[in-house]
């Protein structure tokens, strides 16, 4: 879609349009309250400013919709097609690399009590399980900070990712 569009479309359209890039209604509803805008910068300044406001209750609310790192989305909507896109560089026949995965997400929420988040596009499966391995030894609320800045990257990403 273009900005043009989004600008002019209706409510249900718009919401639509950018639903996939978080699931924190919130978030989309101001979003869209905002529109029309000047340019796609304006609107991406605006959607990190929204999001720089998060806190953990919309942490809770958005992992609802993420998957586990190393694991396959599933469902067919456009957010679940993003996720497994977006972990495609994890190599699913490394069976090695696939366990060290499943054993660092049982820990993670065990210690955290939520999935964890990463912004996978970009970076490999043994990247990723660097860092979750590293973020195991967080403190909770050095971790909540951190889970929320790769929710506001993975966040800009798709936003930017939406628009032609």
């Known amino acids: 879609m273009t900005l043009d569009q989004f600008n002019q479309f209706n409510a249900a359209d718009a919401h639509a349009a950018i639903a996939h890039c978080v699931a924190i209604p919130g978030w989309s509803s101001a979003l869209l309250?905002?529109?029309p805008y000047a340019s796609l910068d304006?609107?991406?300044d605006y959607a990190d400013a929204?999001?720089?406001?998060?806190?953990?209750?919309?942490?809770?609310e958005a992992l609802s919709a993420h998957p586990r790192i190393g694991e396959r989305a599933k469902g067919e909507g456009k957010e679940a097609a993003l996720s497994r896109q977006e972990q495609s560089s994890v190599n699913?026949?490394?069976l090695q690399l696939q366990q060290a995965l499943r054993s660092g997400n049982a820990a993670y929420e065990q210690r955290f009590g939520q999935v964890f988040l990463i912004r996978a596009k970009g970076r490999t499966?043994?990247?990723m399980l660097?860092?979750?391995?590293?973020?195991?030894?967080n403190e909770p609320l050095q971790e909540q900070q951190e889970a929320l800045?790769?929710?506001r990257e993975i966040t800009q990403l798709r936003l930017r990712e939406s628009f032609q």
Request: charged share 25%.
């Open 50 to 60: 929204l999001a720089s406001r998060w806190n953990s209750a919309d942490l809770l």
């Open 42 to 44: 304006a609107l991406l």
């Open 130 to 137: 660097a860092e979750l391995q590293r973020r195991l030894a």
């Open 125 to 127: 499966g043994e990247q």
């Open 33 to 35: 309250a905002a529109r």
């Open 149 to 151: 800045i790769q929710l």
């Open 92 to 94: 699913h026949h490394d």
